[in-house]
């Protein structure tokens, strides 16, 4: 599942559609529906299954999985669905990935000899997927694309991964008290004139032209030289503890001297972080080769029409005619600390701007994808 199909389900069964959401045997529990979700509604339309976990793979029961999937005349995952599905006589018809699901699950590595046969099963399976649904991404992925599934039809827009209609910037305050930080975030809100988000994962101990590198040092470094040339404003950085690098990011905010405006707080749950982000005036994005491609981070910030901080190209134009969504560009230290001062001397301006992005995300991610998921269905089952 990851975090895109709860979201895609619930936007199919808003337009008819009879869908279940089946989740793996070893989902994150941060992507899970309870942490998407208000309510209980999702109990209704949501089974568990009993495989999916690649290292289980030989031991899985194709049977199983046979009358697991039986159901259904659609078949849309990630992960490693297809390679479980193919065991279980099925081939997806939609492929949303996630990334890694394209690039490592296809690769044999020394350190994971026992991958090796579902390894094998999900590079012959993304073969037979119908249907690829992913925006343009990096180099590495692209060329699994183009090795593994050459018979896919492609459709480019990004999949609707956040569900704006739960998620909307006029509303949403009225969750608040469904949540665990609900308070604390309002009160932080309170007690500064500035406060900025970043929840992307901290991974600094890799190249920087690694995909998973989010530019964390950039931030800091930026948030450091900020602080300097604004001290007293009253202003505080959110971080979560999330990815292989927190001690790393914790020593390096030490060693800027920087304690005293960033705030840690757990890893949550995407309804949390939500109600979280609303009270934000900013987001950052990254900071590395993926700063310029649609992910979760992106698609979070957009909807909640906030402006959005991370490398890449303004491309004015194209913002201005509602191709790409508005971002404040920054790739250095240095930028990232001048984007912000600019940023408060023309708050309101970029305030407005920002609310551009939710609408880019309805009117280019949202409407295009289900258009294609409803035409695909209807032709099948005519």
């Not at 009879?18 to 309870?34: G, K, M």
């Not at 930026?222 to 001290?231: I, M, N, T, Y």
């Not at 957009?302 to 491309?315: N, Q, S």
């Amino acid at each position: 599942m990851n975090n895109n199909h709860f979201a895609v389900c619930r936007f199919l069964r808003d337009e008819g559609f009879d869908v279940d959401l089946l989740l793996y045997e070893n989902e994150i529990q941060h992507f899970s529906p309870v942490s998407d979700s208000y309510d209980l509604d999702y109990m209704n339309f949501t089974r568990q299954l009993s495989w999916g976990r690649p290292i289980n793979y030989l031991l899985s029961d194709p049977e199983v999985i046979r009358k697991d999937l039986e159901p259904y005349d659609v078949l849309i995952g990630c992960g490693w669905g297809p390679a479980f599905c193919e065991k279980g006589g099925r081939s997806l018809d939609i492929m949303i990935p996630y990334g890694d699901d394209i690039y490592g699950a296809t690769q044999y590595m020394l350190k994971r000899p026992y991958h090796y046969p579902v390894n094998y099963a999900q590079r012959k399976a993304l073969g037979n997927c119908k249907v690829f649904q992913m925006a343009p991404t990096f180099q590495e992925y692209e060329e699994n694309v183009v090795r593994f599934m050459p018979r896919a039809q492609r459709w480019l827009e990004p999949p609707p991964m956040v569900y704006s209609t739960l998620y909307d910037p006029e509303t949403l305050h009225t969750m608040a008290n469904r949540t665990h930080w609900g308070d604390f975030f309002s009160e932080l809100r309170e007690q500064n004139e500035f406060l900025a988000l970043s929840h992307n994962r901290h991974v600094l101990n890799v190249s920087t032209s690694n995909p998973n590198y989010k530019g964390t040092d950039k931030l800091l470094k930026g948030w450091a030289l900020f602080r300097k040339q604004q001290p007293s404003l009253k202003a505080t950085l959110v971080l979560l503890e999330y990815g292989p690098s927190v001690s790393l990011s914790r020593q390096m905010i030490k060693e800027l001297g920087i304690e005293g405006s960033v705030i840690w707080m757990p890893l949550m749950k995407r309804k949390d972080l939500m109600v979280g982000m609303s009270q934000m005036d900013l987001v950052f994005g990254q900071f590395g080769p993926c700063g310029a491609y649609t992910c979760g981070v992106v698609l979070e910030t957009l909807v909640m029409g906030k402006p959005l901080l991370c490398a890449r190209d303004p491309l004015e134009d194209e913002v201005q005619a509602g191709e790409t969504y508005p971002v404040i560009s920054a790739d250095s230290s240095e930028e990232i600390s001048k984007k912000l001062r600019l940023y408060l001397e023309n708050k309101s301006k970029e305030n407005e701007r920002a609310q551009m992005g939710r609408i880019w995300y309805l009117n280019k991610v949202v409407q295009p994808s289900l258009d294609h998921y409803k035409a695909y269905i209807n032709q099948k089952s005519a």
